[in-house]
């Protein structure tokens, strides 16, 4: 059955405050938004059909598939029109508010730098919380990351790619979901700057490029000693100073570089 109506208080054009009773509809919406996110409805797992859930929630079809819709807009089920297998639990990444935020940042007139100041804030501390409660799983993967994907993108001209990936890597290992979405939302900023500063640097200066590669491996590689000294300290500092190198290259001579221009 639909949990009780939870008063929501609203403010009339008058000043005063007025309570608004929530439609069935969006009852029924916060009840299996509940069933996914507690995990009794997993990603991939198709909802009841109609008359299952119509029975369930004691309402009309009508209103169901208003709380369905309710759901679609919000990227937890995924329903193909025509299909009898019913609405599909949907699990979203990043990636679902990846696009309103850079939007957002493009409104606002943002620059690349002040994105990566952002990043600055946020990866130090992704990389103490991995030296201190991270497990060698992390480790191994991030090790393998630099000992064979690097240099396999490095060879195939794509290594300000591969610079871009580790770091969302490594922030999304540190165990903190919240700081894994924020890299998350603005990673494809983060790495479209990467990939030109790199296909600049491979065409106009090839012996820079692989002094950039050089140092970056050698940096990740030091880092992962740190990690697996369980150096929370260590690894802040060094991620902090890793990431104001990295800036200082990334954004030379694209200091006002906007995101509306990266990602036009």
């Not at 639909?2 to 439609?23: L, N, Q, S, Y």
């Not at 993967?141 to 794509?158: I, N």
């Not at 140092?215 to 991620?239: C, E, M, N």
Request: aromatic residues 6%; contains cysteine; hydrophobic residues 45%.
């Amino acid at each position: 059955m639909p949990e009780r109506a939870t008063p929501v208080f609203t403010t009339r054009r008058d000043g005063e405050r007025g309570i608004r009773t929530p439609k069935t509809a969006e009852l029924v919406a916060r009840k299996l938004r509940s069933m996914i996110v507690d995990g009794e409805l997993a990603a991939g797992d198709h909802l009841p059909n109609e008359a299952e859930l119509m029975e369930l929630f004691s309402v009309s079809r009508p209103t169901l598939r208003e709380a369905i819709r309710v759901l679609e807009a919000e990227r937890l089920v995924e329903v193909r029109r025509g299909s009898r297998s019913g609405a599909k639990v949907c699990v979203p990444g990043p990636e679902v508010v990846a696009r309103p935020a850079s939007l957002l940042l493009e409104l606002s007139g943002a620059t690349v730098a002040d994105v990566y100041r952002a990043l600055e804030a946020i990866e130090p501390a992704a990389a103490r919380l991995l030296a201190e409660e991270g497990d060698d799983a992390a480790f191994d993967e991030l090790e393998q990351f630099v000992d064979e994907v690097v240099p396999a993108e490095y060879a195939s001209g794509h290594f300000g790619r591969a610079t871009a990936r580790f770091h969302l890597r490594m922030v999304q290992l540190s165990g903190s979901p919240t700081l894994a979405l924020v890299a998350g939302m603005v990673h494809e900023i983060f790495e479209r700057n990467h990939v030109a500063f790199a296909r600049e640097h491979l065409e106009t200066d090839s012996a820079q490029h692989e002094s950039n590669y050089k140092l970056f491996v050698r940096s990740q590689r030091r880092f992962i000693k740190l990690l697996r000294a369980r150096d929370g300290s260590g690894a802040f500092t060094h991620w902090q100073k890793h990431m104001v190198v990295a800036r200082q290259f990334v954004m030379l001579g694209r200091e006002d570089l906007r995101v509306q221009d990266l990602l036009d």
